[in-house]
């Protein structure tokens, strides 16, 4: 793995919308001078599916072999990648890197929910679409995009 379009944190006021590509890695202001961070996996229509790792950094850079020991924090989630790095209007998210040549594995299998009781739908990250059960329904999250609050929430659940 090699990282490319390195920036120091602070560096860019915001990364347009358009700009955001699958490989990017991205920063974000936690808490009391923490970090954490992760990586772009694919462009939807709701914003970016990204997965958020599970280290808090002490300072906002990232290094390739952070990286490859970190762990995927839960299930991928969709960012509301405009209000986070195009307007910047909640937190503190930056794009700092770029991951050369990355792509997602077809082997994730990603896929969200939407809709309600007895007419729920899945949706994976190509945009196909699928009727399913309840029960499966309530296995998969929603196909909603996620602020900072909430991604910040999975740090430490009741932090503002």
Partial sequence: MKLSNVKE?????????????????????????????GRVLAKVDLGHVVEVFDKVLKS?????????????????????????FDRRL??????????????????????FVYGHPNAWKKIDVLGNESAISDSEASLLPSYSPTRDASVRSLFIPDHP
Avoid at 90 to 111: C, K, L, P, Y
């Fill in 9 to 37: 944190w602070g560096s860019k006021p915001r990364t347009m919308l358009r700009f955001i590509q699958c490989g990017d890695i991205f920063v974000f202001k936690l808490y009391e001078g923490n970090f954490g961070f």
């Fill in 60 to 84: 906002p850079s990232v290094t390739t072999e952070l990286i490859e020991q970190a762990k995927r924090l839960g299930s991928p989630i969709i960012l509301d990648s405009y209000s986070l």
């Fill in 90 to 111: 909640e937190g503190d998210w930056q794009i700092i890197a770029h991951h050369d040549g990355f792509r997602m594995s077809d082997t994730d299998n990603v896929s």
